[in-house]
């Protein structure tokens, strides 16, 4: 069982370059997320989203955007790279539903990837 | 505005001793906390969780307590072990669970 796989690990932009980090769950999870976490800072969400087709903003939308056409994928994208989106990318998806009782909400993460704009 | 905050960036500990981490929330409808371990290079895994409805949830040698009136909630590791050394961060969310905050995190170290 795979879990959330992201892709790239490692990855440098030039100022004014796009890309798309790509994040893919097979736990057949409904909601999703993208963290980014600065140096000596906690996570901070970019986007979720609730289901396939519906995606809504978190605490640090500016400057990317989102998509959800299937349950599985769930990809980031940069338009315009700037320095300040230097850092380290988490995406995670969770079930509805707790996995066990008193448990509920537990997200569960990819490996993250670096990305430096240069 | 930094709603979750963990104040001490790091703690070092001997093995076998007890390590508790310190977690601060600002806002008051969060109703559900979960603390994440994070190694190098890999993303955070969960931990251990608790309700607003409870003061205190053990699972092995992890316990976190809930203080509703602080503001506050701690996590206690007994005896705590030189593979508990990592990243801990602390998180919570509101009655929907769509939004988590996380805080900064807190690096602990155990020393053999």
């Known amino acids: 069982n795979a879990g959330v796989t992201q892709t790239p690990k490692f990855r440098i932009l030039k100022i004014g370059q796009s890309m798309t980090l790509q994040c893919t769950q097979d736990?057949?999870?409904?909601?999703m997320y993208w963290y980014r976490q600065d140096p000596g800072m906690g996570l901070k969400l970019i986007y979720y989203?609730?289901?396939?087709?519906?995606?809504d903003k978190g605490e640090v939308p500016n400057g990317y955007n989102v998509s959800r056409s299937t349950t599985e994928d769930f990809p980031l994208r940069l338009e315009l790279a700037a320095p300040s989106q230097t850092s380290v990318y988490f995406c995670?998806?969770?079930?509805?539903?707790?996995?066990?009782?008193?448990?509920?909400?537990?997200?569960?993460f990819g490996a993250g990837t670096r990305l430096s704009v240069l | 505005d930094q709603q979750v905050k963990q104040n001490s960036p790091s703690l070092s500990v001997q093995e076998g001793r007890i390590s508790i981490l310190n977690c601060d929330y600002t806002?008051?409808?969060?109703?559900?906390f979960l603390w994440y371990k994070k190694y190098p290079a890999e993303g955070p895994t969960f931990l251990i969780s608790?309700?607003?409805?409870?003061d205190k949830n053990e699972d092995g040698r992890f316990t976190v307590f809930l203080n509703k009136s602080a503001k506050h909630l701690s996590l206690h590791i007994v005896p705590s072990q030189p593979g508990d050394s990592a990243v801990y961060f602390c998180?919570?969310?509101?009655?929907?669970?769509?939004?988590?905050?996380f805080g900064t995190g807190t690096s602990l170290t155990v020393i053999p």
């Open positions: 995670a998806s969770r079930p509805r539903t707790g996995v066990s009782r008193g448990v509920r909400w537990i997200q569960y």
């Open positions: 736990m057949n999870h409904n909601y």
């Open positions: 989203s609730v289901g396939a087709g519906i995606t």
């Open positions: 806002n008051s409808m969060f109703d559900y």
């Open positions: 608790i309700s607003s409805i409870k």
């Open positions: 998180a919570a969310s509101a009655n929907t669970g769509n939004q988590f905050y």
